[in-house]
């Protein structure tokens, strides 16, 4: 098995390849939190670099939990915080299964995990809900790249990659996504008026941040690394197993095209939300 895609297999790679995007947005999002939390939940903490960033900003958080599901990421995030071990609580989890903690938070956050959650998002609001203080504050962010024929952001490259490989013709792609029953990113992420639907049914929004989310990089070998420690074998159906690895190399060779022409390789709006405990606005 090649290494790409044996990263690809175990998601390994993030604490690098996050830092070309997920990253980045990290203390975006903890500047929104406009409170001195005294604990903090983060769910879907990834290789625990947000933690790292709000105990580093808040010296007197007394709590830093993390809930996550894959278990290298967990064990990844546990070696980066061990020096903080006393503050911090990390669980391996499914966040669509959670059972109830016996406490509440200040401060709860969930960036770059949403669309993993599709379409029970609503079962993670609740639990949250439940889970806040009186007067905690939920962060969370969205990527909305939405289009037409359901497809957007990362489904883009993908969709070149197929047409480029000689299995589908560029209208056909959403149907042969349909067909392996593959959920399009596009299709994921929601626009932003059902979420805020959505999201209005557990809290109060009391701020909603947009920026774009600019992927660049060096060259095809980083993309691909991205790619596989992001996205993992998630786009694999798509593609015959005997071309998986053909299937990387032209995803990254088609980032390397994008940076060359517009000098970066993906643009996808993303926005904080910032939450409050319903009847928090009245
Ligand atoms: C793109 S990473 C974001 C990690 C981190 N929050 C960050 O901002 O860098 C998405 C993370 O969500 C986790 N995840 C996705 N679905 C999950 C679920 N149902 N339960 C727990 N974790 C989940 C993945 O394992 C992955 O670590």
Redesign the pocket.
């Known amino acids: 098995m090649s290494a790409i895609i044996e990263q690809a297999r175990n ?1 390994d790679g ?1 604490r690098d390849s ?1 830092e070309l995007l ?2 980045r ?2 203390d975006w999002v903890l500047d929104r939190a406009g409170i001195q939390p005294q604990n903090l939940l ?6 625990g ?2 933690l790292e960033g709000a105990l580093r900003r808040w010296p007197q958080l007394q709590e830093a939990w993390g ?4 278990t290298l ?1 967990l064990e990844q995030a546990r070696a980066q915080l061990q020096a903080l071990e006393w503050r911090v609580r990390l669980f391996e ?4 299964h959670l059972d109830e903690l016996p406490q509440r938070f200040d401060l709860v956050t ?4 949403l669309h ?2 599709y379409p029970k998002e609503e079962r993670l609001f609740a639990w949250v809900a439940r889970h806040l203080a009186e007067d905690g504050v939920f962060l969370f ?1 969205s990527h909305h790249p939405w289009r037409e024929d359901g497809l957007g952001g990362e489904d883009e490259l993908v969709a070149e990659a197929l047409v480029d490989m000689g299995l589908a013709a560029a209208d056909a792609v959403p149907r042969l996504y349909a067909e392996v029953g593959l959920i399009p990113m596009g299709t994921r992420t929601r626009d932003a008026a059902g979420l805020r639907e959505r999201i209005q049914r557990y809290f109060c929004v009391d701020a909603v941040a947009s920026r774009e989310a600019v992927l660049q990089v060096e060259d095809a070998e980083a993309y691909q690394r991205f790619h596989a420690a ?1 996205f993992g074998t998630y786009f694999t159906p798509l593609v015959p197993a005997a071309r998986h690895e053909e299937f990387f190399e032209r995803l990254g060779r088609i980032a390397e095209r994008r940076m060359r022409a517009d000098g970066q390789v993906t643009s996808i709006p993303v926005s904080v939300w910032r939450c409050r405990p319903l009847g928090s606005d009245a």
């Not at 983060?42 to 290789?47: A, E, Q, S, W």
């Not at 809930?67 to 894959?70: D, L, N, T």
């Not at 989890?93 to 669509?96: A, E, I, K, Q, S």
């Open positions: 998601l993030y996050s997920q990253r947005d990290q983060d769910l879907g903490c990834g290789v670099s947000l809930i996550e599901r894959s990421r989890g499914d966040l669509l969930l960036t770059a995990v993993w959650l962010t992001t």
